[in-house]
């Protein structure tokens, strides 16, 4: 068959667990009466888009005051104030020491959040169009992948081991502040050990605001690098199988990924393979009739462990019944505006909804896909429409 010059927009599965759903009895056969906008099929490797995805870390750099000297004013008091010194001293070049560890993991992970984005965007570019199964120059394109994720992965045990460092650090930095409160009510000591111990105090003080605020991004960075590191670690796992492939699709033959520009009259092309039937076979549906109207089936993938899988169960069995030649539109819908990551969760959400909705009698010939954006959600979701 021909290879069409025009792209997919299906992507394959990918394993980010979050999931919610919404049912509606009453819209098996909506009206069909619009539709909003449908979002660019094109994946994009430029400069912006690379950048938009990447880890959201902080971006602080954290530098402790200078410690203020003093002498030893020979007294009880005196000495405990050196002390004190000598302890906050060590507890600042200690922050130091964590906000360089803290920096170079920071630009360790941009670093290959950037390359790893280069690596997918040019396999999905591939995807898009086609290439031989199993092509080894993909592969190593995806081992390269691979490689970017397991250094993230390393950074974000680097994360938490610093984390816990800094975490003593406060500890150290709470019992010194307390410690020199204690030392007003010692007796025996000169005007002088009350002035440095008032110097201390505001400088210890002073160190604790900073530790506490290092902590609280460096747990921030933490929490955001893993779910990144855990998502991108799926998303390879779907590219590996459309690799396999040579191209995006569900099952052992492609399905083609309608993507509608709705500021046209007519849909963009899905590309043709071989191993699939006859174009005749599948109507392909117009913009007037996909995702218009109240969706049957709505699925939400704003949070965890949440099975959608019996509502989507009932709502099929249900549209069966009503009309036995019915025909779905599973629509992959992303915040506008939103980052690349979470349109290629919806996407590949969607993939999944089409694959599961397959599996449970429906011919894929009755089953289009689609992708969009819109305003109004603020995750991806998938809606499933008959017609």
Do not use: W
Request: charged residues 15%; proline residues 5%; aromatic residues 6%.
């Amino acid at each position: 068959m021909k290879k069409l010059s025009k792209k997919l927009s299906l992507l394959s599965v990918i394993a980010l667990t979050m999931s919610g759903c919404a049912f509606s009895d009453d819209a098996l056969f909506p009206s069909l009466t619009g539709s909003d906008s449908q979002e660019a099929a094109a994946a994009n490797t430029n400069s912006a888009a690379i950048d938009s995805s990447i880890p959201n870390l902080g971006t602080t750099n954290f530098e402790p005051i200078e410690v203020t000297k003093g002498g030893n004013t020979g007294t009880f008091v005196g000495q405990k104030v050196v002390s004190f010194r000598n302890d906050l001293t060590h507890l600042q070049n200690e922050i130091r020491t964590h906000n360089s560890e803290l920096q170079k993991v920071r630009t360790s992970v941009i670093t290959n959040a950037q390359q790893y984005h280069k690596a997918t965007g040019a396999m999905e570019a591939k995807l898009q169009v086609g290439t031989t199964p199993g092509n080894p120059q993909m592969y190593a394109t995806l081992q390269s992948a691979q490689n970017n994720v397991q250094v993230m992965n390393t950074n974000t045990v680097a994360l938490n081991q610093l984390s816990a460092r800094v975490s003593s650090d406060a500890t150290m930095a709470s019992n010194l502040l307390d410690s020199i409160r204690s030392s007003y009510v010692i007796s025996g000591a000169v005007d002088e050990d009350h002035r440095q111990l008032r110097i201390l105090e505001n400088e210890t003080n002073q160190t604790l605001i900073l530790i506490n605020s290092l902590l609280s991004e460096v747990n921030g960075d933490a929490v955001r690098q893993q779910q990144y590191v855990s998502t991108a670690s799926s998303y390879l796992v779907s590219l590996d199988g459309a690799i396999r492939q040579g191209h995006y699709g569900v099952g052992p033959a492609a399905t083609p990924y309608y993507n509608y520009n709705y500021n046209t009259a007519a849909p963009v092309a899905p590309v043709a393979h071989t191993a699939m039937s006859a174009p005749s076979a599948r109507p392909a549906p117009t913009p007037a009739t996909v995702g218009a109207g109240k969706p049957l089936f709505v699925a939400k993938f704003n949070k965890k462990d949440v099975n959608y899988k019996p509502a989507l169960q009932n709502a099929v069995d249900g549209a069966k019944s009503k009309k036995p030649n019915v025909m779905f539109d599973v629509v992959a819908v992303s915040p506008a505006g939103g980052n690349q990551l979470s349109a290629t969760t919806a996407r590949s959400k969607a993939s999944q909804i089409f694959q599961e909705i397959v599996d449970m009698g429906v011919g894929a010939d009755k089953v289009s896909i689609s992708s969009r954006t819109n305003s109004n959600v603020s995750a991806p979701e998938v809606h499933v429409f008959v017609r």
